[in-house]
């Protein structure tokens, strides 16, 4: 079975662009989640879903970040408009019964 | 607040070396606990989980935690290191019914010497 699947896995974008990131989940897992991982503040959980439905989105960082889920094998992560502090790895993650699998990131830098 | 603890942010040893990464937690409910391995330009891959029952957890690649209650740790170990262990680890803990929300550790850099 295909892991979490998530492109691009690389993108350099300018400030003031629009960034989106695509996350495709673990068939059959009712749970997705965003992470951003930076040198500075580890791994940090931006927010998940559960069933397509947004649960908990207390770690995004402001307004100009937003996910969606429109069905169960899609999700994307939008940043509009980026600056150059949104720099960092951006993991998907999904999960059934707990243990959470991730993708391989999408490693974004924003000059 | 629910917060992992991982004492050693860089631990170096030689190949062949028995190895013990160390991870505390603070929860007030029974524990998810897991161990995820990060290598350079990777995901994190899931290398062990408990959530109950033995207290002792196998996982891939010859690692093993033990799940200590009373010392709210839950350590990783490997009897002998390979040059591919080499990466960094990290300790999270699920605090949330059926462990749907992970915190995690600021992880600890793992350096093989020849």
């Known amino acids: 079975d295909a892991g979490v699947i998530q492109s691009p896995r690389h993108e350099v974008t300018e400030m003031g662009q629009e960034v989106t990131l695509r996350c495709k989940p673990i068939?059959?897992?009712?749970?997705l989640f965003w992470y951003r991982q930076t040198m500075m503040r580890g791994l940090e959980l931006l927010i998940y879903?559960?069933?397509?439905?947004?649960?908990?989105d207390s770690g995004m960082p402001e307004d100009r970040f937003s996910a969606k889920m429109p069905n169960a094998s899609f999700s994307t992560l939008k940043i509009q408009p980026s600056e150059p502090r949104d720099s960092a790895v951006y993991f998907c993650a999904s999960s059934r019964t707990g243990a959470q699998y991730f993708g391989p990131g999408t490693r974004l830098t924003v000059t | 607040a629910q917060s992992v603890t991982q004492p050693d942010i860089h631990i170096t040893v030689s190949e062949g070396a028995s190895l013990e990464l160390r991870c505390n937690y603070s929860y007030g409910a029974t524990p998810y606990l897991f161990w995820y391995v990060q290598s350079p330009g990777q995901g994190l891959q899931l290398l062990l989980k408990?959530?109950?029952?033995?207290?002792l957890v196998q996982g891939i690649k010859g690692f093993e935690a033990e799940f200590k209650r009373s010392q709210s740790s839950f350590n990783l170990r490997k009897p002998s290191v390979h040059w591919s262990d080499a990466a960094e680890y990290f300790c999270a803990v699920g605090v949330i019914q059926g462990a749907q929300k992970l915190v995690f550790g600021q992880g600890t850099r793992l350096t093989i010497n020849p």
């Open positions: 879903f559960n069933n397509n439905v947004p649960i908990d």
């Open positions: 408990y959530f109950s029952g033995d207290t």
């Open positions: 068939s059959g897992h009712d749970y």
